[in-house]
């Protein structure tokens, strides 16, 4: 019987049918929901840290750069908790038990601690379907959780639309 779900979102595009996942799921079993936001360097849409090997040339250019990346910081943290916000209100609307926390870390063994820290019965979480160099060098949150996570793991996938199938097929053809 599951009693606590860990949701873990991003700003990616799937990141709204991972929480309609979820919620579907808690609903059914009136189960309890954490949602964790992972703030993490690689995620997508977050600043860029300034370069600082030129600091004694140009020491006024490095502290405005650090201002500049501490404000786009700011924003970014803040989006995501409105995003978190967003989520935990719909969910408690309809009667479900929702939290929320974003912590800042890497994001694999970041949600592995929590579920662990948390207790829960279920990490629902989604894939961006990264493979071959992509997967390689950036890594997939996805299969460290699955490897590593103290529960069991829902993986919701990216869907394919069928105009990108479609266009994988011929680019395929077109190779041989």
Not at 74 to 79: A, G, L, Q, R
Not at 127 to 140: H, K
Not at 143 to 151: D, F, G
Request: glycine content about 6%; hydrophobic content about 40%.
């Amino acid at each position: 019987m599951l009693k606590k779900i860990l949701v873990a979102l991003d700003r990616s595009q799937i990141a709204k049918q991972v929480f309609e996942e979820a919620l579907a799921l808690a609903k059914g079993t009136q189960a309890n929901l954490l949602l964790l936001h992972v703030l993490s360097p690689t995620e997508e849409g977050s600043p860029y840290l300034p370069m600082l090997s030129n600091m004694e040339y140009y020491p006024g250019f490095t502290s405005q750069s650090f201002e500049l990346y501490q404000k786009q910081w700011d924003s970014f943290k803040n989006e995501g908790v409105e995003i978190l916000q967003s989520f935990s209100a719909q969910a408690n609307t309809i009667g479900i038990s929702t939290e929320f926390t974003q912590i800042v870390g890497h994001p694999g063994p970041t949600i592995c601690k929590i579920a662990t820290t948390w207790d829960a019965d279920l990490i629902i979480m989604g894939r961006r379907g990264r493979s071959g160099l992509a997967e390689l060098f950036l890594g997939s949150v996805s299969n460290y959780v699955l490897h590593h996570a103290p529960c069991s793991v829902h993986i919701v996938h990216h869907p394919i639309s069928v105009q990108n199938a479609e266009k994988v097929v011929v680019e395929t053809t077109n190779n041989f």
